[in-house]
């Protein structure tokens, strides 16, 4: 039987927006000493804009924004609907692709008008033999820009900048874990430009750059093997497998239900406060147990 006082615990956790899913999570929440943060979506707004569009082979911004919005239009990546709303904000007539293919992490791939589009990272360009982009990538990664990276037909054709704030409450929240005796650490499949940006801001001083969404859960693993009880906290499917491998894996609440799934708490409202207060309400919890 569950003890009442976990009983109590996970309903006062419902109070706070907390989804505790069971009296398990909320004691493996108590022993929590590493917090490991998704960036995209978890420390950011997930509400990415379009800054600037670079381009080459002789397109123009509207054709090389037409071409990326058909491609991402099936696609619930935050950056995919940065790239359809700056279509859409300009007026743009966007088509549907014919056929779609997402790689997490990655990017995407589409049939569009019959043209073969590639909307994604280097890796993703890389991997399908496209070469050029590297200057365009490295003069928006310098201004702390994510890039987004557009092929057609096998040729790149320009780059997408994008820029997605911290989310108000996030530093405050970081402020708060590391005050509690907590490790904090950033893990994200984005370029080190953008990453590092955000972990200065917030005051993160250990960050993992560049990871797929496999090697997320790899670095899980690695600072266990540190002797760390870690929680993770993420909100895309490219997180699922580094929530699910954490001592602790925390959805946010505005993240994919595949995310939802694989975490044992599930932050409600779209509220960072939300992680503290948990790791808190946890700690005290099991106080009264022990
Ligand atoms: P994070 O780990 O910060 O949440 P992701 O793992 O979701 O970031 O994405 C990592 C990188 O993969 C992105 O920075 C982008 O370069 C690329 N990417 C993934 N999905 C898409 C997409 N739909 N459109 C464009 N780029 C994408
Ligand atoms: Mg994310």
């Not at 123009?60 to 239009?73: C, D, F, M, R, W």
């Not at 780059?159 to 509690?180: F, N, Y």
């Amino acid at each position: 039987a569950t003890p009442a006082a976990l009983m109590v615990g996970m309903g006062r956790g419902a109070q706070l927006g907390v989804l505790v899913k069971s009296a398990a999570s909320l004691e493996g929440a108590s022993r929590i000493d590493t917090v490991v943060l998704d960036k995209t979506g978890t420390l950011t707004q997930g509400r990415p804009a379009v800054v600037r569009v670079l381009t080459a082979s002789g397109m123009t911004e509207e054709e090389v924004l037409t071409l990326a919005a058909a491609a991402e239009s099936a696609s619930e990546h935050p950056l995919a609907r940065a790239v359809v709303s700056e279509a859409s904000n300009r007026g743009l007539k966007v088509g549907t692709p014919e056929s779609f293919t997402a790689t997490p992490g990655h990017g995407v791939e589409a049939e569009v008008g019959g043209r073969k589009v590639l909307v994604g990272s280097r890796r993703m360009l890389d991997g399908r033999g496209v070469s050029g982009s590297e200057d365009a990538e490295r003069v928006l990664t310098t201004d702390g820009q994510t890039p987004v990276l557009i092929a057609v037909d096998g040729r790149w054709v320009g780059a997408i900048g994008i820029a997605d704030p911290e989310r108000e409450e996030a530093a405050t929240v970081v402020q708060s874990l590391r005050s509690m005796g907590l490790h904090v650490v950033m893990l994200t499949g984005d370029h080190e430009g953008p990453a590092a940006r955000v972990a200065r801001a917030l005051g993160i001083d250990r960050v993992f750059a560049g990871v797929l969404p496999s090697g997320k859960a790899h670095v899980v693993r690695t600072l266990q093997a540190e002797g760390r009880r870690v929680a993770m906290v993420g909100d895309g499917i490219n997180d699922a497998p580094a929530l699910a491998e954490a001592d602790l894996g925390v959805a946010m609440g505005t993240g994919t239900d595949v995310a939802r799934d694989a975490a044992g708490v599930a932050l409600l409202r779209s509220d960072l406060r939300g992680l503290p207060a948990a790791l808190g309400l946890a700690r005290t919890t099991m106080r009264v147990i022990r």
